[in-house]
């Protein structure tokens, strides 16, 4: 088979910031969440989608996926024709690179789909067309991950979707580096961070957050963790649909259903 034609990319040219290692949060939870599907998959197709102006994310994404799911393929795709040529140097087995956008220059369906930082340069209005468009690219059980982090990787915040739409949105971050919960608001996606204001689900969930943090200081004692692990399973007591469990809090996480998060109106 070969990938649909591109002549006209949907999508406009991101700054293309990246760095070695800025996914890994990101990745680890695809592939703690997603690889037994990527497993399942008779042709285990990844899209990353935006890779910017180095292939690193794409180059980091496939190793970590065949961890789980030894015949996962990846395609860095990219809307910018430089940033296509520079990362064809860097293909190997399974791994490839095209010229492309949100139509997703690639042969059937992807089974997984990241776009990291694409759309924060977007107008929010902008933002559920965008999504309708990749999730309806989506192999049924297929997965789209769309979110921000900081230039490093130390926070990050993505929605996960489905072919149907979003279902969770996950905060994560390096816990020693954290003051508040409330610090991850910057790095709320595009759907999400106009939304941080009274009134909005988020602000409350936020808000809530850190005051869980605030009453779990005393577990500060036995380290960050320890104190996270607390201040999720407050949140989880006073009625946060958390959809994870301890294991992924220890990693500086916490998933809550889209619903709980979504904006009103």
Sequence with gaps: MTARATSSPVGTVTRGTTNPNRLRRM??????????????????????????????????????????????????????????????????????????????????????????????????????????????????????????????????????????????????????SLERPSDLAERLPKALIHRNVPGEPVHAFLRDFDRAWASAAPYASYGARQRWIRTVRDLVAAGWPVTDGPARWRQGEVTVRWEALAPRG
Excluded: K, S
């Excluded at 190793?63 to 789980?68: D, G, K, S, Y």
């Excluded at 759309?119 to 789209?144: M, S």
């Excluded at 072919?163 to 949105?169: A, D, F, I, Q, W």
């Design 27 to 176: 990745d680890r939870w695809i592939a703690a969440t997603h690889g037994a599907e990527l497993r399942r998959a008779a042709d285990p197709v990844v899209v990353d989608l935006g890779y910017g102006a180095a292939p690193w994310t794409a180059v980091e994404l496939l190793h970590r996926l065949r961890t789980v799911a030894p015949r996962t393929r990846v395609t860095g795709v990219e809307i910018e024709p430089a940033r296509v040529a520079a990362a064809r140097p860097y293909e190997r087995d399974g791994l490839t690179f095209r010229h492309g956008g949100f139509e997703l220059p690639v042969a059937g369906r992807p089974v997984l789909v990241r776009a990291a930082n694409v759309l924060r340069q977007y107008d929010e209005a902008e933002v559920a067309a965008v999504w309708a468009r990749l999730c309806g690219r989506l192999a049924p059980g297929g997965l789209l991950v769309e979110g921000t982090c900081d230039e490093i990787g130390r926070r990050h915040v993505w929605v996960a979707l489905g072919p149907r739409g979003p279902r969770t949105v996950t905060f994560a971050t390096r816990l020693g």
